[in-house]
Structure formats: C-alpha cells, structure tokens
C-alpha cells in the first residue's frame, strides 16, 4: 500500500507564501501522475495543480494559475506545490494524490495522503 506524506502547511499573512511538500513511499513513483487538491470546511475537495509522470507536463485550476507552481523530483519521491501571493480564499486542507493517469478529477487518483492545513489570513 502506498503511503504519502504532506508536509509544509501553516498560517501565512495575505500575499505570502509557503511550499508544500509530498513524500510518497512504496510506489514506483515516476509511473504516477501527482495531484494537489484542497478542501475547505463545508466545501468539495478541489483540484488544484497535477503534474505528469515524468514531469514536462502539468495543469492548473484557473482560481491558482500564475501564482501556484507544482514541481517533482523523482529521485526523492517527493512532489511539492510552491504558493505564491496567497489569499485567504486558498484556506484549506491541502492533499496530495497519487494516480496511473494525470487528471483534474479526484476519481483518477489511487493513493491520498492525510493532509495539511493552509491558512491565510487577512
């Protein structure tokens, strides 16, 4: 079973920044495509940015682009998502996602870590 492990969350001010951090383990890590969703109290859980197997190819939600930039190294097995000019409406818990496909939809992904907890305040 796959497990993956988030990390790098916390309180930040209006326009700040944080990266967060995916370290998976027992996977053949470059085989599966990385998501990051968010869930916000009350709400669905979102996408918010994916990144192919190999890397070259990514996607985000447009409500992120340009200030949020997914990224992995797959030697370490680890992917990360690099928040820049963060705003309160990015509050959530933030998971990342591992899948045999390279999606926007929560169905495409096998494998979730526990999540970490962003907050932005005004």
């Known amino acids: 079973q796959a497990q993956l492990v988030e990390s790098g969350g916390g309180l930040v001010q209006d326009g700040g920044s944080l990266r967060l951090s995916c370290a998976a383990s027992t996977l053949t890590f470059d085989k599966y495509g990385m998501g990051w969703f968010r869930q916000a109290p009350g709400k669905e859980r979102e996408f918010v940015a994916a990144?192919?197997?190999?890397?070259?190819?990514?996607m985000y939600a447009d409500s992120v682009k340009g200030r949020f930039t997914i990224s992995r190294e797959n030697a370490k097995n680890t992917v990360y998502l690099q928040m820049n000019s963060l705003k309160p409406e990015d509050t959530a818990v933030y998971y990342c996602?591992?899948?045999?496909?390279?999606?926007?939809?929560?169905?495409?992904?096998?494998?979730w870590g526990q999540g970490t907890q962003v907050t932005v305040s005004s």
């Open positions: 990144i192919a197997g190999h890397g070259y190819m990514t």
């Open positions: 996602a591992a899948g045999q496909g390279y999606s926007r939809r929560v169905v495409s992904y096998n494998y």
